[in-house]
């Protein structure tokens, strides 16, 4: 069993996922572990509603892009989506949840139209042939052809997920008497439903991400006003990271709620003051615009469609459907839960309902305006000696955008679509969970062992995060040692690695040759080796044979501004430029020379100072946002071609001055031309 050491005394009432009760904790389970290999643990994303097909009259849409990898999370799929059109971050690249990395997965994505590196908008097939052909060692595979939308996909846009598990090294080796303890399970299953656990991805290691999820928000509660609680907010706020780990505090008071109420002997029943909500229903789906027949603008009327339940499967689509008339209208309209009282006229409806497994309690996400059951009845009780468990205010959570939102507490089989059969390395279960829901915590009642051996290198989930906007949290800031000195060491393993992903690497000469060979420019290419035989031939010295540059380029940094932009500035020898002048021109405040080979690094993935050329700004993956070109207009007036340096062993390459911009637009730089 493992123990936090994370976990002071403020927080032993924290519990891991192992050791949450069972709601058949009197079933033996078949034991076993699961994700053995990718292959033995595949997600199915259940489609989102069909996009409409609609392109703007400039040929701006968005690309909806079925992908099947593996070895990848969705963050990691998304970087590098926004590598190959050139985007600086993924925040163009549109997900409808989170998947898991060790695992074979089928998502859906939306790319912008739009590739920075072409500067112009590319068509459904050069979207293919740009992901299929980027260079890397990151190969993903596209199932059927891009469909154009004019919406961007967002979070719990799909229906659901579909999962195929094995389960292997079962506690009993007759795979027939494992097959009967999980139909025993099952059976039960079916009539009492399971509980809605958060799984283990949820809090990375044990209890690891709601215990700095707690730390966080008790510091910015602490903070005084004023400026430094100001930037504490933000730095919680801006890190998607800090902003998990307040999620997982969260989940963690909602599996603290549905374990004391298992425990109560309340799981199977509706207690009074519950507040209860639909299962299996129709998903409300807010439909596109369509442009009217009549001409201009958008249909006016609201549309009537058929949708399928959010639980059905892909596979096995449920045979229960629901025509639900929706308005043409960007935002569903909120419907607030129902609460359960036993003299109410529908008491008796909402019974038989939830004894039908159409109907569930839902259990508290701690937020601001969190809806409550009523005062003075037994939910209201139970979910009361709960939240005395925290120490955060109300008014915490809402500075830093936390509201309180409702999560089923009991889910039913009855939608799931469950197959169980056998496999040659144990049994393979075959269902389809909503969003929001956990595989892990499905499967620990038939296993009734923890599931977290195989799974607690990733914090990334198999079900996506309820509607407080936060997925499941990464494993590399969670995954700690267990003595200060271990976490030191992963803390400096993390910044490493995110230095590595930030600074880019300068291209080869052979790699801009190479590019200039196939956009077919005129050049000449002088390598140092060359100069050194030539002045050997004649007799003469290295420094009489030194190349001289009509150009004088500076790199200025702006002194002033929450990001501070870098410009790698080229003029003419003839005509120099001071800096004052480049600052008035580039429209900054103030500027000064960049002369920090540190920042040279991060911006440019430049080693030093004399290895500055104008080359250096092509590199291998996109410059940050805020690392431009400006080259003066008379260079690009003057005839002829002009000798660029290269590094700072001697190479050089004589071409003209529009074909180097090309190469650099080419390379995803941002160029301007400054006329003085």
């Not at 123990?3 to 050791?19: C, E, M, V």
């Not at 800096?579 to 000064?592: A, S, V």
């Amino acid at each position: 069993m493992y123990h936090d050491p994370a976990t002071t005394a403020r927080f032993a009432h924290f519990t891991t996922t192992a050791d949450l009760p069972y709601a058949t904790a009197d079933l033996p389970g078949i034991g076993g572990a699961i994700k053995r290999v990718p292959a033995s643990f595949r997600v199915d994303e259940l489609p989102p509603p069909p996009p409409d097909n609609l392109v703007n009259a400039g040929g701006a849409c968005h690309y909806w892009i079925v992908i099947q990898r593996e070895g990848m999370n969705t963050h990691d799929v998304q970087d590098f989506l926004a590598s190959v059109l050139g985007y600086p971050d993924a925040k163009e690249i549109g997900a409808s949840g989170l998947k898991d990395k060790r695992a074979l997965c089928t998502q859906t994505f939306s790319v912008p139209s739009y590739s920075r590196k072409l500067c112009r908008h590319v068509t459904k097939e050069e979207i293919v042939t740009l992901i299929v052909n980027h260079p890397g060692d990151i190969h993903v595979q596209i199932i059927g052809t891009p469909q154009c939308s004019s919406k961007k996909l967002r979070r719990s846009m799909h229906a659901g997920n579909r999962f195929e598990i094995v389960i292997s090294s079962l506690t009993s080796k007759d795979l027939n008497e494992s097959l009967r303890l999980a139909n025993a399970v099952r059976k039960r299953l079916e009539s009492e439903g399971w509980p809605n656990y958060y799984g283990e991805q949820r809090f990375s290691k044990g209890t690891q991400g709601a215990v700095r999820g707690a730390r966080l928000l008790e510091s910015l509660q602490s903070a005084e006003r004023g400026g430094s609680r100001k930037r504490l907010r933000a730095s919680m706020t801006k890190s998607r990271h800090k902003m998990l780990m307040l999620s997982a505090y969260s989940s963690m008071f909602f599996n603290l709620w549905l374990s004391k109420r298992i425990q109560s002997g309340m799981f199977g029943k509706l207690v009074e003051g519950d507040l209860v909500e639909k299962l299996g229903g129709t998903r409300h789906v807010v439909l596109p615009l369509v442009p009217s027949a009549a001409g201009g603008g958008a249909a006016a009327s609201s549309s009537t469609t058929t949708v399928p339940s959010t639980s059905s499967s892909s596979a096995a689509p449920s045979t229960s459907s629901t025509t639900t008339t929706t308005p043409s209208l960007s935002k569903k309209k909120y419907v607030p839960p129902q609460s359960f009282a036993t003299n109410s006229p529908n008491s008796s409806v909402l019974l038989q309902e939830f004894h039908a497994s159409q109907l569930t309690y839902t259990g508290p996400m701690y937020g601001f305006r969190l809806e409550r059951p009523p005062e003075n009845t037994p939910a209201y009780v139970m979910e009361e000696e709960i939240s005395q468990l925290s120490t955060v205010e109300e008014a915490t959570y809402r500075m830093v955008n936390v509201f309180g939102t409702r999560r089923a507490g009991r889910l039913a089989l009855a939608h799931m679509e469950l197959d169980i059969q056998k496999h040659a390395d144990g049994l393979v279960f075959s269902f389809s969970l909503p969003n929001g829901a956990y595989a892990t915590s499905f499967l620990r009642e038939f296993m009734k062992v923890p599931v977290t051996e195989d799974l607690q290198g990733d914090a990334d989930s198999d079900g996506e995060g309820e509607g407080e906007g936060e997925g499941e949290g990464e494993g590399e800031g969670e995954k700690d040692g267990r003595s200060s000195g271990d976490s030191s060491s992963l803390r400096k393993k993390k910044r490493q690695k995110l230095q590595r992903k930030e600074q880019p690497r300068p291209l080869l000469l052979d790699e801009i040759t190479t590019k200039m060979n196939l956009a077919g420019m005129n050049y000449t290419a002088t390598l140092s080796s060359e100069k050194k035989e030539i002045a050997a031939n004649d007799e003469q010295e290295e420094e009489e044979t030194a190349t001289t540059f009509d150009y004088k380029m500076l790199m200025l940094k702006s002194t002033r501004g929450k990001v501070r932009k870098i410009t790698c500035t080229i003029a003419c020898v003839s005509s120099p430029r001071t800096i004052q002048e480049w600052t008035i021109k580039l429209g900054d405040k103030k500027c000064c020379r960049l002369a920090n080979e540190r920042d040279l690094q991060k911006s440019i993935g430049c080693q030093s100072l004399p290895e500055l050329s104008p080359f250096s700004v092509c590199t291998d993956s996109t410059l940050p946002p805020h690392v431009t070109l400006a080259v003066d207009s008379v260079l690009l007036e003057r005839e002829g071609t002009l000798m660029l340096k290269y590094g700072c062993l001697g190479d050089a390459v004589e071409m003209k001055v529009e074909d180097y911009l090309v190469l650099a637009k080419e390379c995803g730089v941002t160029v301007r031309t400054v006329k003085f």
